[in-house]
């Protein structure tokens, strides 16, 4: 399953897609947030996994929101990504 953890005091995301982990930095200006480039593992997935398209939308992500446990990413075309923290 796609994770995402953001790391405040150096302003780097930990993430997981699928199969592949890796990090990147992040700038946030209020509520808005751009992600830089993420350096990642090149794990060959299965061909069912997801992974490049869920890394494609975190590229597109332009707001972010936190309420209730969950961390929303708003995307600059509309979509919205939403995680909870893992038990």
Known sequence: HPRVRAVELH???????????GSGGYEVN?????????????MG???DSQDGEFLRQL???ARYAVAG????L???DGGTMRFRRAA
């Open 69 to 72: 446990g969950e961390l929303a």
């Open 11 to 21: 302003h780097r995301v930990l993430l997981r897609a699928d199969c592949n982990r």
């Open 30 to 42: 209020d509520n808005a947030m751009k992600l830089g480039a993420v350096a990642l593992t090149r």
């Open 74 to 76: 708003t995307l600059s």
């Open 59 to 61: 590229g597109r992500v």
């Open 45 to 47: 997935c299965p061909p």
